[in-house]
């Protein structure tokens, strides 16, 4: 049986929620935090007061070609490589503070 640390546990919940409320799905917080699938279920309707959307991201390259706030995606890399470089943050972290700019 793993411990948990309530401090590392409220921190996941806190990055979760920063998460959620930049529009993130499901999947990305899955992947970012450690908290069970059922958890975060149970946060994203607390916070959104819905359901997470269901189905699947555009996966053709056309669609990124096409897309028109790719200006805004460029932005977004360049804040999110230059926190990267410039701070100790965590991954996720940086990409956070980044799309929050």
Not at 66 to 93: A, C, G, R, V
């Amino acid at each position: 049986m793993r411990i948990k640390s309530i401090v590392s546990e409220s921190m996941q919940i806190q990055r979760a929620i920063a998460l959620i409320k930049l529009g993130a799905r499901l999947q990305v917080l899955e992947s970012e935090t450690d908290l069970s699938y059922e958890r975060l279920l149970r946060l994203y309707k607390e916070v959104q007061g819905e359901s997470p959307a269901r189905g699947m991201l555009p996966f053709s390259t056309d669609w990124f070609m096409t897309w028109q706030p790719n200006i805004h995606s460029s932005l977004f890399l360049n804040m999110y490589e230059y926190l990267d470089k410039t701070s100790e943050l965590e991954e996720i972290d940086g990409i956070i503070k980044a799309y929050e700019l």
